[in-house]
């Protein structure tokens, strides 16, 4: 059952996906089921979206974001910092250029209509982050020796939201237990707020405050058992899409 009240039509809810290219054959794309599910299930209708090997990114990602009531950015392999003047860590597994190209043009188009929610999440929250300004953090091991292993392999760990946060549409997000697989992080927000950290103060989530709903969390939503961590957010980004558009199908 849907948690987001529904009039005329679901909102389109793009999930950005992975790109792949093996050999000298054509690209191919993938997105896990799980964030088309949570979606579904949170009242939105899941439509995969993704770069274009040879394509005009910008081109592509305002075509796309045409058609879209919201967006999810999800997670991936790890950005490829060259394209920001930086060395990449050896530890560093990158995304492909096509999906790197495509997301950070997505996030472009994005800028230029503020009223679109967006959810990113694990390396969607770290594409946020970067085009806003914030550090990368490209090995916990490195920066977090003790506690980094806590934040992979999908094992759960506690966040703590910062004081007196409040999320666009006027909700605070909950302290809570949420899943995590990642080994970089944001250093710090750039120009987005920081809404919560790790018990070792690993930042969890950003956002705009200046925007209806624009939200980044570090951990995996869709693979998340807490109700306001997990499915919750999908059910926000939802009833954010709903508000944009007035409740008109």
């Not at 009039?7 to 191919?28: F, H, L, M, S, Y």
């Not at 004081?163 to 750039?190: E, F, I, K, N």
């Amino acid at each position: 059952m849907s948690d987001a009240p529904q009039t005329g039509r679901r909102p389109w809810i793009g999930i950005t996906a992975d790109v792949r290219q093996e050999g000298g054959g054509a690209a191919r794309v993938s997105v896990s089921g799980a964030y088309a599910e949570a979606v579904w299930r949170a009242g939105g209708a899941p439509v995969v979206v993704h770069g274009l090997p040879g394509a005009d990114p910008d081109a592509v990602a305002a075509g796309v974001l045409d058609g879209l009531d919201g967006v999810v950015l999800t997670g991936g392999a790890d950005p490829d910092m060259r394209a920001f003047g930086l060395a990449n860590h050896p530890a560093a597994e990158l995304v492909h250029p096509a999906r790197q190209a495509f997301d950070f043009a997505l996030l472009r188009a994005l800028g230029q209509k503020p009223g679109v929610p967006v959810l990113g999440v694990c390396l969607g929250m770290q594409q946020m982050g970067i085009l806003r300004g914030a550090g990368l953090l490209q090995h916990l091991p490195d920066e977090f020796p003790a506690t980094a292993a806590e934040h992979t392999g999908d094992r759960q760990h506690a966040v703590v939201p910062t004081d007196g946060a409040r999320l666009g549409d006027g909700a605070t997000l909950p302290a809570g237990v949420v899943t995590s697989w990642h080994h970089q992080a944001l250093g710090d927000g750039g120009s987005l707020r920081v809404l919560a950290r790790a018990h070792d103060g690993v930042i969890e989530a950003v956002d705009d405050p200046g925007r209806p709903f624009y939200l980044g969390v570090q951990w995996h939503p869709e693979r998340t058992r807490d109700r306001a961590l997990g499915d919750g957010l999908f059910a926000r980004l939802v009833g954010a899409c709903l508000a944009a558009r007035g409740g008109r199908a």
